[in-house]
């Protein structure tokens, strides 16, 4: 018998089995594993910091 940990899927809050076998863990399945990367393209989801054109300025100062 093979123990399983299942944990809450992040998209819809349905059961979704944490092994090897779900590909689309932590997600459900296929569809919120998609909804969820469509999320993060759209920029609904971000991680906060400081803009990347702050970086670029920053490493540019010598060139200009």
């Given amino acids: 018998m093979t123990n399983f ?11 979704a089995k944490w092994s090897d076998d779900n590909k689309s863990r932590p997600f459900c399945c296929e569809r919120c594993k998609l909804i969820d990367f469509g999320d993060w393209a759209n920029e609904n989801h971000r991680i906060e910091g400081e803009t990347i054109k ?3 300025d920053e ?3 010598d060139i200009q």
């Fill in 5 to 15: 940990k299942v944990i809450d899927c992040p998209t819809c809050g349905n059961p």
């Fill in 54 to 56: 702050r970086y670029l």
């Fill in 59 to 61: 490493e540019n100062e």
